[in-house]
């Protein structure tokens, strides 16, 4: 029977497999992102949105040459419903994944989990280290800047837009907004 974690049990097993505060609070801002997306769409499973963002890095810090591999063995181990997991592994989809974004919820993980990277190396350069004064132009034109975050793909970004047929202005705003709800637990109020 599989079975869907609780944010308790998530959060534990996040912790139990990922112990650098960078990937942590990572996971929380993509976690708090996608509960922000699911609001703003109007999704009713709020929930599974943000269990997604919180787990969907889960094996990267233990496993980073088995990513979006290995967290399909950690999961069905715990018997974790075959949904979830297919949601987790398609945010590596055309690196190291071959499960493409079909459902809104793995299309917005896809596109967000870079643009939280992004934006969260843009407050930390900000006198202000916040999130909560950061301007989508700002973000903009550090999306246009390949050598600022050279680590953040622009092209995964800009895939991510286009399945969901978004403006990348739009994503930065609403990225920003959801990330300022959870800017305490990410260290960027």
């Known amino acids: 029977m599989s079975v869907i974690p609780t944010r308790t049990q998530a959060w534990e097993l996040l912790n139990e497999y990922n112990q650098t505060e960078y990937l942590i609070k990572h996971a929380l801002e993509v976690e708090g992102v996608m509960r922000y997306?699911?609001?703003l769409l109007g999704e009713e499973d709020i929930d599974r949105w943000a269990l997604v963002g919180l787990l969907h890095d889960l094996d990267y810090e233990k496993y980073p040459d088995e990513h979006c591999i290995?967290?399909?063995?950690?999961?069905?181990e715990r018997d974790v419903d075959e949904s979830i997991i297919k949601s987790i592994v398609s945010h590596g989809y055309g690196l190291?994944?071959?499960?493409k974004p079909e459902h809104?919820?793995?299309?917005?993980?896809?596109c967000i989990d870079e643009l939280c990277g992004l934006i969260h190396a843009a407050a930390i350069m900000r006198p202000s280290k916040s999130v909560m004064d950061m301007e989508v132009k700002s973000v903009r034109k550090k999306f246009k800047s390949p050598s600022f975050a050279a680590g953040v793909s622009r092209e995964v970004i800009q895939?991510?837009?286009?399945?969901l047929g978004w403006e990348l202005d739009y994503a930065i705003e609403h990225t920003i907004l959801g990330m300022r709800e959870v800017a305490?637990?990410?260290g960027l109020k």
């Open 184 to 186: 305490e637990e990410i």
């Open 37 to 39: 997306f699911a609001n």
């Open 96 to 99: 190291v994944a071959d499960i």
């Open 159 to 163: 895939q991510g837009l286009d399945m």
């Open 104 to 110: 809104q919820m793995e299309k917005v993980l896809f």
């Open 70 to 76: 290995k967290v399909q063995e950690i999961l069905r």
